[in-house]
Nanobody, 115 residues
Framework: QVQLVESGGGLVQAGGSLRLSCVAS????????MGWYRQAPGKQRELVAT???????NYADSVKGRFTISRDNAKNTMYLQMNSLKPEDTAVYYC?????????WGQGTQVTVSS
């Protein structure tokens, strides 16, 4: 079993920055894909960014150039540096890990961007 715990969310003004963290614990396969997803009120959960265990990254068009995903495999931790935040970035941000056929989700952290 794998547990994912997100942290780093909060309230920030438009143009500001936040750094989210996701710590994974439990039986983690060495080869896996981790990612950040978000869900705004009344909307479906959407991809923000993903990163493989070999540091290959993928971003949603809406965050390219503003967000950076990274990971520290030694610490089983993934990060999302969010710069130039916009009110439309307001959402609950979730961490996801895929290893073999298993998919795990964290409980989410709220990010609120005020205009």
């Amino acid at each position: 079993q794998v547990q994912l715990v997100e942290s780093g969310g909060g309230l920030v003004q438009a143009g500001g920055s936040l750094r989210l963290s996701c710590v994974a614990s439990g039986s983690i396969f060495s080869m896996n894909v981790m990612g950040w997803y978000r869900q705004a009120p009344g909307k479906q959960r959407e991809l923000v960014a993903t990163i493989t265990s070999r540091d290959s990254t993928n971003y949603a068009d809406s965050v390219k150039g503003r967000f950076t995903i990274s990971r520290d495999n030694a610490k089983n931790t993934m990060y999302l540096q969010m710069n130039s935040l916009k009110p439309e970035d307001t959402a609950v941000y979730y961490c996801r890990l895929i290893a073999a056929t298993y998919v795990y989700w964290g409980q989410g952290t709220q990010v609120t961007v005020s205009s």
